[in-house]
């Protein structure tokens, strides 16, 4: 059966979410208070816990981060630090319970936050998924993390690219924030609808109405349709069909790069590279 093996993003205030079982899922919250409780509900009804992902409906400095979360991986897709002055009070809890925080790297400010929470060696990272990225900027702080004998901290994609990397075949980053459709299913927060990707939940792009709608025959024609879809860029002779950065970049960006953009084949190619190196000179050490 096409989706056994993916995992559901399930948030833990779903009226529903009594009734999600034998699944493995990452639960979604907007407040980090009530979540080791949640993390038993879902485990008490045989699920498996994948990831607890924090969504902020607020700037950081307004959570409290001194209590006992679950031990499991914690994520966190900020938008804004908040006040200084009262955030830097939390940071040995958020350093104590290990989360790792998404930003999108489309403005100053999210650069700031950063490289502020890498510096108190807090993990950091950036979603690809995300609108108006500063390439040049985004491209420097990759750079700084794969060569800089100083970077200690987690930073994403980096950390997943290196610790994921394959020499043939193509490569999911978008898997170090859920966003990999062949792997996640996102339930939606008010019904049982599920979306492919973290853009079709926003949109109400949903694939299927239940767990037990995944198991149709037009469902599976649908996901089937979406995974060949690739297949579409060779056909119509699109930029990716000759891109040196596709088995990073699986086309992603086609709609910049359709309009002449140059960044984000300038960005994941000199990525690609940089990895592919760093990963041979490790080879030639290990011998
Ligand atoms: S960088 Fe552009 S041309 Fe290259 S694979 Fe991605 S979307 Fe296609």
Redesign the pocket.
Known sequence: MTFDNHIIVCPIEHSSAHEIKDKTVVLKTSSLDNVSIAVEKFKNNNNIIHAVLFVPDKPLSEFNFDIALPNCKIVCFASKLGEYSILRKQFPYIHKNKILFFFEPNSEESFLSVKLLSTLNIAVGFKLNSKDILWQDLLDICFHTLYSKASHYIFEPINYLISDFKKEGTIHIESSYFDNFRRYLHLSDTTMQLALTQDDLKNKNFIADGFESLLLKETETVYEKKIAEWHA?FIEN???AT?V??RL??????S??DKGMSE??AF?SEILEAIQSKNNRVGEISI
């Open positions: 860029v699109k930029p990716c891109c950065a596709w970049c699986n086309g992603s960006f086609l910049y790069c984000p084949v994941f």
